[in-house]
């Protein structure tokens, strides 16, 4: 049984890539001792291709589906490791490793640390973080076999995706450095970008072997601190502009309430003086306020902001800010009225 079982291993004449696992980019083909058997036939099915790499040097491509027989098909190398072999044993083993040649779709794909840039806009830095999908084809298999597999025996679309990602941050970050994308432009910009960077990309890898066929963005974060800060400046801006709205100087609003969270305060003798003196600085100033005629409008296209009703959903803003009292509510909301 024993001298059948070799003597069948000695003749085995075919060699084909049977249920490859789904996520295998590149994969050696192993059997009986990984040695090729003369007269041996290879099988490369659909979406498959096969590299011969003999003594450490890629010998030959086969890129297209068919049947060879390596034996008497003109395959110039073969000659050359026929002659080593001695009654059907090769000197030299012969490494084939099988590979996929169809596109790879939706592979995922996100930044592995945050990319800073400065913001055209607020004109400080910035922290992203993107994620999206990509796929791509093996274009030059050989090269790609030399420069990334390097003779593993298995090489996976797993691998091959650190590859990518780690390639990823500097060119997006040059793209955002020059197209002037901001915090408020990203998310509408999101196609553009992507085309932007994959065109950065396409020859980077080609220099590897493979081309992207495909590239997106799906989403992006900003990190915590660029969120604090551009939410304060959206804060700040909605105050002053509803001070405006009321005829009154966001400066001084600022104030009245720096001088209403004082007099608030009584904790102890001295905070209760503290407070009362507030309270009185609080009530003079408000009373300026008050006082104060509004700034005239410098243009006829400011009319509408002047809108009565406007001003009185404004002033009832500020009111239920507490950021005045229901007798400076009262007194502005009048003098809103008898403007009418």
């Known amino acids: ?70 034996q008497t098909d003109n395959i110039p190398f073969w000659t050359t490791i026929a002659s080593f072999m001695q009654f059907f044993e090769s000197q030299y ?36 973080r993107a994620y999206g999908n990509y796929s791509y084809r093996l274009a030059e ?24 990602v780690a390639r990823l941050s500097q060119p997006l970050a040059d793209f955002l450095a020059t197209s002037r994308f901001g915090y408020l432009d ?33 989403g992006t974060d900003f990190d915590e601190e660029t969120l604090k800060r551009v939410n304060r400046i959206a804060d700040m801006t909605a105050e002053a ?8 100087d966001y400066a001084r609003i600022q104030q009245l309430e720096a001088m209403r969270e004082a007099a608030r305060n009584e904790g102890g003798g001295a905070g209760m003086g503290m407070g009362l003196g507030a309270g009185i600085s609080f009530g003079q100033t408000m009373a300026q306020a008050m006082n104060q005629p509004a700034a005239a409008p410098a243009a006829p296209a400011q009319a509408a902001s002047a809108d009565p009703m406007e001003k009185l959903a404004q002033l009832k803003k500020l009111f239920e800010a507490e950021l005045i009292t229901a007798e400076e509510y009262a007194e502005k909301k009048k003098s809103i009225l008898d403007g009418l």
Request: charged share 20%; with cysteine.
């Open 1 to 70: 049984m024993g001298l059948f079982d070799g003597l069948q291993r000695q003749l085995r004449s075919v060699i084909e890539w049977q249920n490859p696992a789904p996520n295998a980019l590149f994969e050696q083909w192993t059997d009986n001792g990984d040695e090729i058997k003369n007269a041996s036939t290879l099988i490369v099915g659909p979406g498959q291709g096969c590299i011969f790499v003999y003594r450490g040097k890629v010998q030959a491509v086969f890129d297209s589906e068919g049947s060879y027989n390596l």
């Open 93 to 128: 083993k012969v490494g084939i490793y099988f590979y996929r040649k169809t596109v790879i779709l939706d592979q995922k794909w996100g930044t592995s640390s945050q990319i800073k840039y400065l913001d055209p806009t607020y004109k400080f830095p910035v922290g992203l």
């Open 186 to 218: 990203i998310d509408t910009n999101r196609e553009e970008i992507a085309a932007g960077v994959m065109q950065k990309l396409l020859p980077q890898f080609a220099e590897l072997g493979f081309a992207l066929t495909d590239f997106r963005i799906e």
């Open 241 to 248: 502009q509803a001070a405006k709205e009321v005829g009154l």
């Open 141 to 164: 298999p050989a090269q790609f076999f030399v420069n990334v597999v390097g003779e593993q025996n298995l090489f996976t679309t797993e691998q091959l995706r650190s590859v990518i």
